[in-house]
């Protein structure tokens, strides 16, 4: 089962418990979420402390006798034993994002370049490439991944997106970014140089990004 589908199951749950017994479980959950537990096993864990709660509730036991007086206590053990998870600083995360974007860049003008070639079309459309195209594409793949990622956040457990007031000093920052971004490219891409790249290089670049993306961002 996958985690979304065991948080829906945790939720249905939580639904059959006793206000005080619902209220006891919740503080077990945080504390399991918040732990380094891997994220498939803690739900696992607290699937079967939910059923757990629920056959001793039946029989009309309730949490504390069932888990103990603190919440904590009862997965204490097993959040013990694994080890804290290394933060990865936003620096590196930035630096992961635009490598891989860029990666993705020279790996689709590799292929589109050869195919035009391939084909008879124009080499220069995929044959060249200017460094402002470069800093938009590594930057702006930063903040295309911050938006999304706010957005993601702004989701519930049940996959279904809380109501947000309508911000219109945001939307207005929005709007002018992204009129000032157009008005950049045209202007300052005739300003940077332009290099050749042929597809093979790009798609050697391609390559080369790729290898990088596992042994220096994901090594083990």
Do not use: C
Not at 51 to 68: D, H, T
Not at 99 to 111: D, H
Not at 157 to 176: M, Q
Request: charged share 20%; proline share 5%; glycine share 8%.
């Amino acid at each position: 089962m996958k985690v979304k589908a065991m948080i829906k199951q945790n939720n249905l749950l939580r639904e059959q418990m006793t206000p005080s017994n619902r209220s006891y479980y919740e503080d077990m959950l945080l504390a399991m979420r918040a732990s380094s537990v891997d994220a498939v096993r803690a739900e696992e864990l607290l699937l079967e402390a939910a059923e757990l709660l629920l056959k001793g509730q039946a029989k009309g036991k309730n949490a504390k006798q069932i888990f103990g007086d603190k919440p904590g206590d009862y997965f204490k053990d097993v959040m013990d034993s694994v080890p804290p998870r290394t933060p990865r600083s936003r620096l590196k995360n930035s630096m992961m994002i635009s490598w891989s974007a860029l990666t993705l860049l020279f790996g689709t003008m590799g292929i589109a370049g050869l195919i035009t070639q391939w084909s008879g079309g124009p080499h220069e459309l995929f044959g060249q490439l200017s460094l402002f195209t470069l800093v938009v594409v590594g930057a702006g793949s930063i903040l295309l991944v911050e938006l999304i990622m706010k957005w993601m956040a702004s989701l519930s457990e049940d996959d279904s997106p809380k109501p947000k007031t309508f911000d219109i000093k945001a939307l207005g920052i929005y709007i002018g970014i992204a009129v000032i971004a157009v008005f950049a490219g045209i202007f300052l891409d005739n300003l940077f140089p332009v290099i050749p790249v042929s597809p093979w290089v790009s798609l050697a670049l391609a390559a080369a990004g790729g290898l990088g993306l596992k042994f220096i961002f994901f090594p083990s």
